[in-house]
């Protein structure tokens, strides 16, 4: 069964490590486990960087010495970013760009259509056989399981982002994509952008995104 307390992920900038540390009774559980998941692809881990996104307030300065020494020394790891979890809720709102923003603060059920020409941002869950459409950008502080269209009126720099990104259908400026069945879901926030043509999904950090 997969230990989800540790969700560990790779992008074109590194490794991301998502801790909830709220789930071990002390750090030295938590060392002991992510340990044991990075030996698992301790080869491939030499000179990449890590960001460490966790509950920064259980962590103090000698916790993150001790856990630097250790990925330095033992998994050849070049550099370790630390990331505090509990304020990327907070910093998704960079993702909306200046302009006019709808704020709905419910979950938009099934069979229920927004449709609007600026930025959304729904404080709640978007569930299954919803439809939210935006001519901007499209943020869901919840899960977001039904279809979402953002950039309708052929905006390339939008973005879709949520707490649990897992649509039915999600588009972007014209480019659709569709949530790939029995994939492991993973419990931190992503966003969804255009690149190169396609739609990209990545795990979302504080400050990366500037639109």
């Not at 649990?164 to 569709?178: A, F, H, M």
């Not at 069945?181 to 190169?196: H, S």
């Amino acid at each position: 069964m997969l230990d989800k307390r540790i969700i560990i992920k790779g992008n074109k900038d590194g490794l991301i490590a998502v801790i909830n540390m709220y789930k071990f009774k002390d750090f030295e559980e938590m060392l002991e486990l992510l340990k044991e998941k990075l030996s698992r692809g301790k080869k491939f881990f030499k000179g990449a960087t890590i960001t460490i996104n966790t509950n920064l307030k259980l962590i103090d300065e000698a916790h993150m010495k001790k856990l630097k020494h250790i990925l330095f020394e033992e998994f050849l790891i070049q550099d370790c970013i630390f990331v505090d979890k509990e304020e990327v809720q907070d910093k998704m709102f960079n993702g909306v760009s200046e302009g006019r923003t709808k704020f709905i603060t419910k979950t938009v059920r099934g069979g229920q259509s927004i449709d609007y020409p600026g930025n959304i941002v729904i404080i709640g869950d978007v569930n299954s056989g919803a439809e939210v459409r935006a001519e901007g950008n499209i943020i869901v502080l919840g899960s977001l399981k039904g279809q979402v269209f953002a950039g309708t009126s052929g905006n390339e720099k939008a973005i879709i982002a949520a707490f649990n990104l897992q649509p039915e259908i999600l588009q972007i400026c014209g480019i659709i994509t569709i949530s790939p069945e029995d994939e492991e879901k993973p419990q931190y926030p992503e966003v969804a952008k255009i690149k190169d043509g396609a739609i990209v999904v990545e795990p979302y950090i504080p400050n990366k995104y500037n639109y």
